[in-house]
């Protein structure tokens, strides 16, 4: 896969992540780009160890396995920030 398509991937993936952990107003189109990356890259290696397929190339399935990977982050993020303020389970 290019990095074109990951760039596509990435954005579409943290876009769809951060509307569903309520997170987009905080983060712009690069911090949406990065944190689909990264998920994607959290996805296909916890589809690779539970026997699955990851990313396979641009589709529908690695968009949903990058935005599985995105919620993970973003959701470990926002316990994280939320254990240094006091709070946890946010």
Known sequence: ???????????????IASKFMN???????FANIVVGIVGALIGGFLMNMLGGVG?????LWSLLVAVIGS????????????????????
């Open 71 to 90: 919620v993970i982050l973003l959701f470990v993020m926002q316990n994280c920030m939320a254990y240094k303020l006091g709070k946890w389970f946010v």
């Open 23 to 29: 997170t987009d107003a905080s983060m712009g189109a």
């Open 1 to 15: 896969m290019g990095i074109l398509a990951w760039v596509i991937i990435g954005a579409l993936a943290g876009w």
């Open 55 to 59: 990313i396979t190339g641009f589709n």
